[in-house]
């Protein structure tokens, strides 16, 4: 027995108990004290000790003191000690099936502790279950995702006539909310419309979140209607609601009503209205509500000031974002990596790595946001060097997040041309969700794999997680570069019909562009004019592509006025057409586009391309000549040229490619791309890939260059343009063509 719970110590003891125990009124009460003392301490192991004594020193526990010991054990979570306690109470005080008060704290308690088992034999056991019983017990499943189980306790209560009170009633709706489980969530509300239920706003508002959960929008706002006492929990659920099915302006209009009936709004209402704001591209909606945030004095708030910085950086305004950084006044890491993620937007990395070195030298990155956003602005970098430090730093503190990191990882690899580390990386997660799924999709649409992509799908399904609109991109870019006509088909005609994801026009211009690479561009048109969808200028930029590849000028006409009405300030609409006429020899209409483009004050984007070597990025434009090493780039330039007409003349003619024809290969001598590729070679031994990208589309010459620069130099050649990786090995490409 320990030495401090021994009670023959001497009466000149400096220990007080001993004398005070020789009062035989108090006799027991202080040892039931002290026990309590250990429990609510958490120290258990202590407290099973003493409890040993006291029974050998036959010293009984009050039903009262058996009461708190079960709340001190819910409070650690105790579920061991707790089932000690238990099986004590019932040896001290005898085998009941009525457990009163004493069952409330048990059935919390196990719950509590994760010992659902045991609450359910519990409950079994009880005869007299009183209301409260059934409520711990259906709200204790309910919490912790027994949804099933709740349900089924629901329909035994009703069966033994147990009128249900709006805590259980709320619980349930909760439970049918999360389970999705509609049609009983209905019969809920029934019995509650049909039992005379005093009007409940906990009930109502759960009604309102079950509805909206399930996808009925209208029956939430009619509900909303007619609450008779209505909160801001219920607005925002159907709020959310709105916003989540794509409705923005109804959330917006919502939002007004909310400030007419003078609901009091809070930084999560405010947080969504922003997210509608920004979906719709509506700056000076936006600007309002920041305004009314202002007025409420919430901006310096970081709940509040975090949403707006958001919405600014959605909307393109860096300025306004960094403004509104400015005045929080204590930012947490979510807001550094918004405003981090708004630099990435417009090309100013350099400042993401500012901040996140500013605060990794303060200890301020104690979570995995910063680390996501910066793998997101790795990835949108192309910079492999650097994600792979992160990654590294990541690992090392441990803050690479399960939940959004290790998709983020996948998608940096993918996109910095490594799709080994994206497959290796994606392996490694446990259970991969929606997210991760699809960014091992998308990466090996990217690099055009697809039948690999495919396979990745079939997995997903096989794994029971349901594929996304972003998923079916993905899987229809796949099938785009390689060429797949009919599976593209059948996945978007499957879409809605066994996956309940409706195609947007961005799937439908997936299947326009596998019409246009595939040379089916009659197919392409009659989609576009189908009715299907609402065609947008992405639509008629594909099929226009598509015309300029396969010389059908006529239908390319079609296009490119289209495009261009829709897009008048959009450089792209006049250089694709005016490439498809002057490729067409059509000198007359391609000065007729120039001519356009310029009397509209539109500027051309100018190509660039950048490669990394020894960690630092070089960068070239057309005819660049700013380089320390130019003249040896050109050189090296005039060096290859050389090499191909030589190895294009032991070709037979009609194998040789009108790409090298001398005149032709002086016009294209200094675009971007080849100035990169010359670097890259002078400074990257052959057995290391070159790895190039470039901001725009790579043209038909310089994609026939780069297949001729690999075979001629046994050098591997990686560049990833706008639309894909090309994987340039032995004088061939990974794309097919397909690009």
């Not at 969808?533 to 099929?543: R, V």
């Not at 002057?582 to 660039?608: D, Q």
């Not at 038909?700 to 130099?713: E, I, L, N, Q, R």
Request: hydrophobic share 40%; proline share 2%; net charge negative.
């Amino acid at each position: 027995m320990p030495s401090w719970i021994s009670l023959s110590s001497s009466a000149s003891s400096s220990s007080p108990l001993p004398s005070i125990r020789t009062n035989e009124s108090q006799k027991g009460f202080l040892e039931n004290l002290h026990l309590l003392s250990l429990s609510k301490q958490g120290r258990f192991h202590e407290a099973r000790q003493f409890l040993s004594f006291m029974d050998s020193s036959g010293i009984l526990i009050g039903t009262d003191f058996y009461k708190i010991l079960f709340e001190s054990c819910r409070a650690q979570r105790s579920l061991h000690d707790g089932r000690f306690f238990h099986q004590h109470m019932l040896k001290n005080l005898g085998r009941t099936d009525s457990y009163g008060v004493l069952g409330d704290c048990l059935l919390g308690m196990y719950f509590d502790s994760a010992g659902f088992d045991d609450a359910r034999k519990l409950f079994e056991e009880m005869r007299d279950k009183t209301l409260n019983h059934w409520g711990i017990m259906i709200s204790g499943y309910a919490e912790n995702g027994l949804f099933h189980e709740a349900i089924a306790l629901f329909y035994k209560m009703r069966s033994e006539g147990f009128r249900l009170e709006p805590t259980i009633i709320t619980c349930l709706l909760r439970a049918c909310s999360t389970a999705l489980e509609l049609e009983l969530g209905r019969q809920i509300h029934s019995y509650v419309a049909k039992t005379g239920f005093v009007p409940d706003v906990s009930v109502d508002t759960e009604l309102v979140n079950l509805y909206v959960k399930c996808g009925c929008l209208e029956s939430s706002a009619l509900l909303l209607d007619h609450m008779v006492e209505s909160n801001v929990v219920a607005w925002t659920h159907l709020m959310v609601g709105y916003t989540q099915a794509g409705r923005q302006v109804e959330a917006l209009v919502l939002f007004d009503r909310m400030m007419q009936h003078g609901v009091e709004l809070d930084h999560f209402v405010f947080s969504i209205v922003l997210k509608a704001c920004s979906a719709l591209e509506d700056q000076e909606a936006g600007r309002q509500v920041h305004g009314c945030i202002i007025k409420l004095g919430m901006d310096s708030d970081v709940s509040a000031g975090t949403p707006i910085v958001d919405f600014y950086v959605k909307c393109g305004s860096i300025g306004d974002a960094c403004n509104a950084f400015d005045r929080i006044s204590q930012p947490n890491e979510v807001s550094w990596s918004a405003i981090i993620t708004g630099y990435a937007q417009v090309d100013r990395f350099e400042e993401c790595f500012e901040i996140f070195r500013y605060l990794r030298s303060r200890d301020m990155v104690s979570n995995s946001f910063i680390y996501t956003s910066l793998f997101q602005v790795c990835a949108a970098l192309a910079d492999p060097n650097s994600g792979s430090q992160l990654h590294a730093d990541a690992l090392k503190r441990g803050l690479v997040s399960k939940l959004y990191g290790e998709s983020a990882l996948v998608t940096m690899y993918s996109r910095s041309g490594n799709l080994d580390y994206a497959r290796r990386t994606f392996e490694l997660i446990a259970e991969p969700d929606t997210v991760a799924w699809t960014a091992i999709i998308a990466g090996c649409a990217y690099h055009g794999c697809a039948s690999e992509a495919l396979e990745h799908f079939n997995r997903m399904q096989s794994h029971g997680v349901k594929p996304n609109f972003i998923t079916f991109i993905g899987i229809l870019n796949a099938c785009s570069h390689s060429g797949l006509i009919l599976e593209a088909r059948q996945y978007l005609d499957s879409m809605s019909r066994l996956y309940g994801v409706k195609p947007t026009v961005d799937h439908y211009n997936c299947t326009v562009d596998v019409y246009c690479r595939a040379g089916q561009l009659e197919e392409a048109f009659k989609l576009i004019n189908s009715g299907s969808f609402e065609p947008d200028a992405m639509s008629w930029k594909i099929l226009l592509g598509g015309c300029t590849t396969h010389q059908n000028v006529d239908l390319g006409k079609i296009a490119g006025e289209n495009y261009i009405k829709m897009e008048p300030e959009d450089d792209a609409a006049y250089v694709l057409t005016f490439n498809m006429y002057a490729s067409a020899g059509r000198w007359a209409e391609a000065a007729s586009i120039r001519k356009m483009m310029n009397g509209r004050g539109v500027k051309k984007e100018v190509s660039c391309s950048w490669i990394t070597v020894k960690d630092k990025v070089h960068r070239f434009i057309v005819g660049d000549r700013h380089h320390p090493l130019t003249e040896q780039i050109y050189s090296k330039l005039d060096e290859l040229d050389s090499l191909i007409m030589l190895s294009q003349q032991a070709l037979p003619v009609d194998e040789r490619s009108n790409s090298f024809h001398k005149e032709r290969m002086e016009q294209l001598l200094d675009h971007s791309e080849r100035l990169a590729i010359a670097f890259g070679l002078i400074s990257i031994p052959v057995n290391c890939p070159i790895l190039i990208y470039k901001n725009l589309r790579v043209c038909k010459d310089c994609h026939s260059f780069t297949k001729s620069v690999s075979k001629v130099t046994g050098h591997d050649i990686i560049v990833r343009d706008s639309s894909r990786f090309h994987h340039f090995k032995d004088g061939e490409c990974s794309c097919n063509n397909y690009w």
